[in-house]
């Protein structure tokens, strides 16, 4: 069975610290993404990985960075977090395929508020 | 601006009525897939659409990939409280290699 992890379901945090937050897969998936999710915005590309410590930037990134270090691994990184970055992050992965389909699997998101 | 815009917004609607959720864009994509997120969980493919014109039915659910491919809906029929949910379209362009374009999303509440 397909398993994306999100390390934490819920963070709060204060202004200025710096946030880690964590994705495993479980499926060696080639691709990884870091989405945010607000209302009525639905889901929002922040950065995507293609390979071991390859990145891109996605829709979103302005004050966000990741790190992919190991393939099942993908981490987002908020550098010093700010009440606008409160949200909900979805971790999602998918293989690397030529063709249209693009399946992608989440985890169940880290709701993080930001205080 | 959304690239893929979802309409409604929020549909709240009885056990055993119809309901149709919109997906459209002045963009052409080479597929279409609809996710289905419940509370506290991430979404959820339900269904991948690739030819325009393409039906494709799940139980209940039927999803339309337009002509064009810039379009496509989801009708529910005899919508049960287990159809509650926010559902999502999200597009594929070849040429944006493996990332999707998602919807504002629309969010389904069945009532028993």
């Known amino acids: 069975d397909v398993k994306v992890t999100q390390s934490s379901r819920y963070l709060v945090k204060r202004t200025g610290e710096k946030v880690f937050l964590e994705c495993v897969q479980d499926?060696?998936?080639?691709?990884m993404f870091w989405y945010r999710q607000d209302p009525g915005l639905g889901l929002r590309l922040i950065y995507f990985s293609y390979d071991v410590k390859m990145k891109e930037k996605g829709d979103i990134p302005e004050g966000y960075s990741v790190s992919r270090e190991k393939k099942e691994r993908f981490s987002l990184i908020l550098e010093s977090a700010s009440t606008n970055q409160t949200s909900m992050y979805l971790c999602a992965s998918s293989l690397f395929s030529l063709r249209a389909k693009n399946i992608q699997y989440f985890g169940a998101g880290t709701r993080l508020s930001v205080l | 601006t959304q690239l893929l815009e979802q309409s409604p917004q929020f549909l709240s609607i009885q056990e055993g009525e119809n309901l149709t959720v919109y997906c459209n864009s002045s963009s052409v994509f080479s597929s279409l897939q609809w996710y289905r997120q419940e509370p506290g969980e991430g979404p959820v493919l339900l269904v991948t659409?690739?030819?325009?014109?393409e039906v494709k039915k799940l139980k209940r659910l039927t999803f339309q990939f337009g002509d064009a491919r810039k379009d496509s809906s989801l009708h529910i029929t005899a919508a049960q409280p287990g159809d509650t949910g926010l559902y999502l379209c999200?597009?594929?362009?070849?040429?944006?290699?493996?990332?999707?374009?998602f919807g504002g999303g629309t969010r389904v509440l069945v009532k028993p």
């Open positions: 999200a597009g594929v362009k070849r040429a944006a290699g493996n990332k999707l374009t």
């Open positions: 499926m060696d998936h080639e691709n």
């Open positions: 659409v690739v030819t325009g014109g």
